[in-house]
Protein backbone atom coordinates (compact mmCIF):
# COMPACT_ATOMS: atom_id res chain seq x y z
CA UNK A 1 0.00 0.00 0.00
CA UNK A 2 1.46 3.18 -1.03
CA UNK A 3 1.67 6.42 1.01
CA UNK A 4 -2.14 7.76 -0.91
CA UNK A 5 -3.51 5.03 -0.36
CA UNK A 6 -3.05 4.87 3.66
CA UNK A 7 -4.13 8.47 3.72
CA UNK A 8 -7.09 7.96 2.64
CA UNK A 9 -7.77 5.04 4.71
CA UNK A 10 -7.37 7.30 7.54
CA UNK A 11 -9.15 9.68 6.57
CA UNK A 12 -11.81 7.23 5.78
CA UNK A 13 -11.61 5.73 9.22
CA UNK A 14 -11.75 9.62 10.83
CA UNK A 15 -15.09 9.80 9.03
CA UNK A 16 -16.44 6.31 10.64
CA UNK A 17 -16.65 4.48 7.67
CA UNK A 18 -14.92 1.48 6.72
CA UNK A 19 -12.36 1.91 3.74
CA UNK A 20 -12.64 -0.26 0.80
CA UNK A 21 -9.85 -2.53 -0.39
CA UNK A 22 -9.19 -2.46 -4.39
CA UNK A 23 -9.97 -5.82 -5.94
CA UNK A 24 -8.29 -7.30 -8.48
CA UNK A 25 -10.29 -8.46 -11.62
CA UNK A 26 -9.26 -12.37 -10.21
CA UNK A 27 -10.38 -11.43 -6.79
CA UNK A 28 -13.78 -9.49 -7.87
CA UNK A 29 -14.22 -12.86 -10.34
CA UNK A 30 -13.98 -15.17 -7.37
CA UNK A 31 -16.28 -13.32 -5.38
CA UNK A 32 -18.55 -13.13 -7.96
CA UNK A 33 -18.64 -17.20 -8.04
CA UNK A 34 -18.54 -17.68 -4.72
CA UNK A 35 -21.66 -14.73 -4.41
CA UNK A 36 -23.37 -17.39 -7.30
CA UNK A 37 -21.83 -19.47 -9.64
CA UNK A 38 -24.52 -20.37 -11.45
CA UNK A 39 -24.44 -17.06 -13.02
CA UNK A 40 -22.45 -16.28 -16.42
CA UNK A 41 -22.30 -12.85 -17.61
CA UNK A 42 -19.09 -13.74 -19.37
CA UNK A 43 -21.05 -13.49 -23.41
CA UNK A 44 -22.36 -10.40 -22.51
CA UNK A 45 -19.27 -8.46 -21.47
CA UNK A 46 -17.31 -10.07 -24.33
CA UNK A 47 -20.36 -8.83 -26.84
CA UNK A 48 -20.06 -5.04 -25.02
CA UNK A 49 -16.18 -5.31 -25.45
CA UNK A 50 -16.72 -6.35 -29.30
CA UNK A 51 -19.58 -3.01 -30.02
CA UNK A 52 -22.42 -5.37 -30.16
CA UNK A 53 -24.85 -3.89 -27.46
CA UNK A 54 -27.96 -5.41 -28.77
CA UNK A 55 -26.19 -8.87 -28.55
CA UNK A 56 -25.02 -8.08 -25.31
CA UNK A 57 -28.83 -7.04 -24.01
CA UNK A 58 -30.12 -10.21 -25.60
CA UNK A 59 -27.48 -12.29 -24.28
CA UNK A 60 -28.08 -10.76 -20.43
CA UNK A 61 -31.57 -10.58 -20.57
CA UNK A 62 -31.70 -14.61 -21.51
CA UNK A 63 -29.16 -15.44 -18.60
CA UNK A 64 -31.19 -13.27 -16.28
CA UNK A 65 -34.35 -15.16 -17.03
CA UNK A 66 -32.70 -18.78 -16.31
CA UNK A 67 -33.82 -20.44 -13.98
CA UNK A 68 -30.55 -20.44 -11.80
CA UNK A 69 -30.90 -16.42 -11.80
CA UNK A 70 -34.47 -16.34 -10.82
CA UNK A 71 -34.09 -16.78 -7.22
CA UNK A 72 -30.54 -15.15 -7.07
CA UNK A 73 -32.82 -11.94 -8.15
CA UNK A 74 -36.36 -12.40 -6.13
CA UNK A 75 -35.37 -9.84 -3.15
CA UNK A 76 -35.18 -7.32 -5.70
CA UNK A 77 -37.88 -8.19 -7.92
CA UNK A 78 -40.22 -8.40 -4.95
CA UNK A 79 -39.12 -4.90 -3.82
CA UNK A 80 -39.91 -3.54 -6.88
CA UNK A 81 -42.85 -5.03 -7.51
CA UNK A 82 -44.23 -4.03 -3.97
CA UNK A 83 -42.98 -0.37 -4.70
CA UNK A 84 -44.91 -0.13 -8.31
CA UNK A 85 -48.20 -0.99 -5.93
CA UNK A 86 -47.62 0.88 -3.26
CA UNK A 87 -46.05 3.95 -4.98
CA UNK A 88 -42.61 3.60 -2.70
CA UNK A 89 -39.58 4.50 -4.24
CA UNK A 90 -37.09 1.39 -4.21
CA UNK A 91 -34.69 1.31 -0.68
CA UNK A 92 -31.56 -0.71 -0.20
Do not use: C, W
Not at 67 to 90: A, E, N, S
Amino acid sequence: MDRHQARNNIKTLLQGKTPRKALSLGEAKARLRAADPGINISRSLHDLNRGKVKAAGTALAIETAAVVTIPYLQPLLTRVVLGLFTGRKLNR
